[in-house]
DNA sequence: AGTCAGCGTGTTGTATACAACAAAAACATT
DNA sequence: AATGTTTTTGTTGTATACAACACGCTGACT
């Protein structure tokens, strides 16, 4: 499958994949030489995988001394969900009629029956896909690309931060349906308003959830 | 000055601007080899400088085959006022409060007096400040690095299509004009509103500039 | 003349040796 | 013991040689 991979690309999406799963944590160093005999590569496509991330911020490349994975501040949660409430809302509004019914109506079915048989990870999976599917209607490849970053930020908080509670869950997908409710009506201007009470509601669950890891943290010692 | 830059970013910077400038126009090849003496360092900055400039779209690097200046199509237009209307209104709905009064005052100042002082080249110069740093107000690293790579290839459709004319340099100076006062006013609603007729009137004043020069183009054979 | 195989040239991809610098460690001096 | 200096070590930056591949060209064969 990969065997027409470049060694570049398979390095960018190797290491890539370690920071985002957090194997590589938020502000942890690291150094060409480790990466090296880790992938079995030479240097030079572990260079050029590097400075790509170094672009998407997911690292910070320190001449002469060191790669510090990007850690995860409180404030990335806004500058995270800014993007997503600035993006999300207006998918809906002005390319929700892009969207095909098909597509709408699957969620729909999703959302409505079946989804209590879904495992946490699951879940997640579909959540993912429902607003990537939205966002995917703005087919500006500027717009989609920092959406891309920001994606890949908010799944870094999802693996520090453990997965969320079944209530959250239970919320999540009302909100969900709501959502499709109003595309199912072709009532845009709803369903922006629906999205944007759910990504302000997931971004109050996140900022709890980083809080509370906090304090866990603390109570365990250091 | 520049005596403690790297060489791969000296290199960046060097392409960069010749990319923006047109000296490297839009469509044609390029190759690693030739970059390396006209800029006289060996090809591994060269690579860096190349692998940031593909990221953020003004090259695209076609393997074993060479290096293809990004090119400028009708719909490019579009997707760089999409995200411009995207953006700018947000930023002084949302973020004009931080803007310094001093600095508006100061544009106000510009705008409203001494415009017929500029040459061409200069009030581009005020244009760009002026709109940088209304969107700079959004503080957010994601939205400000995806507008800075729109702003590059802006720069390159007016190099492309040539100064604007008279007619539209007086009227953009009115309809900034109107955006400024309302700022001044702290009237962020009507400011965002100018400053949306104001990005409609300079897409359509683009796409016709394109047009133009298109035809003429034309005439002039090829 | 047409077609196809093989070769040659030009390009980026990859590996690696060396340079430059930063930071820590070792050491001498007081 | 404290301090300033030198050395050592570890890191990325840079240069360069070689590999792998794409594509056009040549030539033989039909």
Not at 21 to 44: D, F, I, K, Q, W
Not at 98 to 113: A, L, Q
Not at 170 to 199: F, G, P, S, Y
């Amino acid at each position: 499958m990969a065997a027409k991979e470049s060694l570049k690309q398979k390095a960018y999406y190797a290491i890539k994949d370690k920071i985002i799963r957090c194997e590589y944590a938020p502000g942890v160093m690291l150094n060409e030489e480790a990466l090296r005999e880790e992938l079995h590569v030479s240097r030079t496509p572990i260079r050029d995988a590097l400075s790509r991330l170094e672009q998407e911020g997911l690292i910070s490349i320190l001449p002469k001394k060191g790669i510090v994975v990007s850690s995860l501040s409180m404030n990335d949660i806004n500058l995270i969900f800014e993007v997503r409430l600035l993006y999300e809302p207006y998918a809906l509004l002005k390319y929700g009629q892009k969207i095909k019914d098909e597509v709408i109506y699957k969620f729909f079915h999703t959302f409505s029956s079946s989804a209590h048989t879904f495992s946490e990870e699951e879940y997640y999976a579909l959540d993912d896909a429902f607003h990537v599917a939205i966002v995917e209607a703005i087919q500006n490849p500027y717009l989609l690309k920092t959406y891309d970053w920001i994606h890949n930020q908010n799944l870094r908080f999802r693996v520090m931060t453990g997965q969320f509670v079944d209530l959250r869950l239970e919320r999540t997908n009302q909100e969900h349906l709501r959502i499709v409710t109003a595309c199912l009506k072709h009532d845009w201007e709803l369903a922006a308003k629906e999205m944007e009470a759910h990504l302000l509601a997931s971004k109050n669950a996140t900022f709890d959830l980083v809080l509370d890891n906090k304090n866990s943290e603390m109570q365990h010692g250091k």
